[in-house]
Nanobody
């Protein structure tokens, strides 16, 4: 059974930090590119950041570059992907989703992601 389970969301003040986690199991996710997307109410889901299978390559949306950091831990049965979010702004408020796809190339194409988590809410208050 494939599972991507996000956690770590919550309410934080502007300028604060949060660390999101995504635990992926049920496939050999150590060979998958993993990514974070987010969706604010009334908006489409948008790309935030992706990391390739061995963690050697990353790609960030301009809006989060320098503030967010993605990392991963390829354990034997469960891959965990982290998103460290610093200097949070009100516009970062959204539901954050973890996604998995085979290839790093084209990582911003949302329709090519095979698996998704259920999302975790991040609210940044001013």
């Amino acid at each position: 059974q494939v599972q991507l389970v996000e956690s770590g969301g919550g309410l934080v003040q502007t300028g604060g930090s949060l660390r999101l986690s995504c635990a992926a199991s049920g496939r050999t996710f150590s060979s998958y590119t993993m990514a974070w997307f987010r969706q604010a109410p009334g908006n489409e889901r948008e790309f935030v950041v992706a990391i390739n299978s061995n963690g050697g390559m990353t790609n960030y949306a301009d809006s989060v570059k320098g503030r967010f950091t993605i990392s991963r831990d390829n354990a034997k049965n469960t891959v965990t992907v982290y998103l460290q979010m610093n200097s949070l702004k009100a516009e970062d408020t959204a539901t954050y989703y973890c996604g998995a796809r085979r290839y790093f190339s084209g990582m911003r194409r949302i329709d090519e992601y095979e698996y998704w988590g259920q999302g975790t809410q991040v609210t940044v208050s001013s």
